[in-house]
C-alpha cells in the first residue's frame, strides 16, 4: 500500500534511499496537487480505468540490474535521467507490477511529495506538474504504463521558459495556483 510524505530534501544520500522528513502527506493533500491514487488488485480494474479515461495504448517497464547487463553504472545513468525534475504535456499514469519505487511530485508550495509505491498502486500525474521518478533501495520496479495514443515518454527539464508552457499554466489554474 502506498506510503505518501515529505522527501527531506538531503541529496547527500542516495536518492533511492527513504528519505523519509518523519511528516506523512495524506491522499486528500496529495489529490490537492492533482495527484490521483489508487490501489487495484487485479489489471481488470485497471483496464475500466483505461477505458473511462479513453487510454488506448499500453507498455510496460522493468527497471532493475538485469535490464541494464547487470550494470549499477548503467541502471543509475538511466534513473538519472528519470530523476531529473520534469513535466510532461500529457497525463502520466503508472500501475505497478512488482517490485517498488518513488514517483516524486512538487505540492503547491513547491515542497517536495514523495509516493512510496508497491504492487497494485496506480498514480496519476496530471500534465504540467513537476516531478521525477527513482527506484528505491531494493532497485526492482515493474510497472505498466498508459498511453491514450502511440506510447511515448517525452520529458520537458524544469526551467524558467516552462513558466509560459501552455500545459503548465494550465494545471497550476487547475490547482488554483
Ligand atoms: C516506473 S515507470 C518509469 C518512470 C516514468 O515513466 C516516468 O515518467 C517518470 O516520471
Ligand atoms: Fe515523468
Known sequence: MVEVYYHDNNDEVDFREAHHSGETVSLEELA???????HFDTEEEVDRLAVERSYKNRDTIRLNRA???DSEEALVEKLNG???EHLHEDEEIRYILGGSGFFDVRN??????RCKLAKGD???LPSGIYHRFTL???NDIHALRL????PKWIALTRSEELATNEYRKEYL???GV
Request: charged residues 30%.
Open 173 to 175: 489554474q487547475s490547482i
Open 147 to 150: 498511453f491514450k495514443d502511440e
Open 136 to 138: 528505491d533501495a531494493e
Open 32 to 38: 490537492s496537487t492533482g495527484v490521483l491514487y489508487y
Open 122 to 124: 496506480l498514480l496519476i
Open 108 to 113: 503547491k508550495a513547491d515542497k517536495w511529495i
Open 67 to 69: 535490464t541494464f547487463g
Open 82 to 84: 528519470f530523476y531529473k
